[in-house]
């Protein structure tokens, strides 16, 4: 690969993971239309989402079906993340 070919794949991923917002740690999550900054508690769910879902799973197996504990046709409360 030339010099050129490597300096576009080097651009190429800079901007890849600068706009990636699952992957921001930067204090501040602005948001890309309005640059308006997101409050702390929208930002901890954004950046935390597949975690949260991650818990949630691990949650709903464990109860409903390794141990019964509740039934599977149970209501399932919504987990409300602020966006």
């Keep these: 690969m030339d010099k050129a ?21 930067v204090e501040d999550l602005p948001n890309i239309i309005t640059t308006a900054v997101m409050p702390a508690e929208v930002q901890n769910d954004v950046c935390n ?11 709903f197996v464990e109860k409903r079906i390794n141990t019964n504990e509740v039934s599977i046709w149970a209501k399932i409360k919504k987990c ?3 966006t």
């Excluded at 190429?12 to 921001?24: F, G």
């Excluded at 975690?51 to 691990?58: T, V």
């Design 80 to 82: 409300q993340l602020k």
């Design 5 to 25: 070919g490597r300096e576009h794949c080097t651009t190429q991923k800079v901007i890849i993971s600068s706009i990636n917002s699952m992957k921001y740690e």
């Design 49 to 59: 989402q597949e975690d949260i879902g991650q818990q949630k799973y691990a949650n």
